[in-house]
């Protein structure tokens, strides 16, 4: 099953639910798409993935490579 978007129902890539975890909380069982995400931490998107990028290339486990 895939996950969705708490916020606008976005089926959701596996970086967005690991930034989420690693963001918000580790043990989530839903999630925001990157979009929803930015709005909450009222940043841009582009800062979202930087983290995501930032996060793969430290070797954190959350994120695919």
């Given amino acids: 099953m895939n996950d ?13 639910v690991a930034i989420y975890r690693r963001l918000v909380q580790r043990g989530a069982t839903e999630y925001l798409c990157i979009d929803c995400l930015s709005k909450h931490f009222k940043c841009s998107r582009d800062l979202i993935i ?8 430290i070797g954190c486990t959350l994120f695919c490579k």
């Fill in 50 to 57: 930087e983290r995501i990028i930032h996060f793969r290339e």
């Fill in 4 to 16: 969705i978007c708490k916020e606008c129902n976005k089926i959701l890539e596996t970086d967005e």
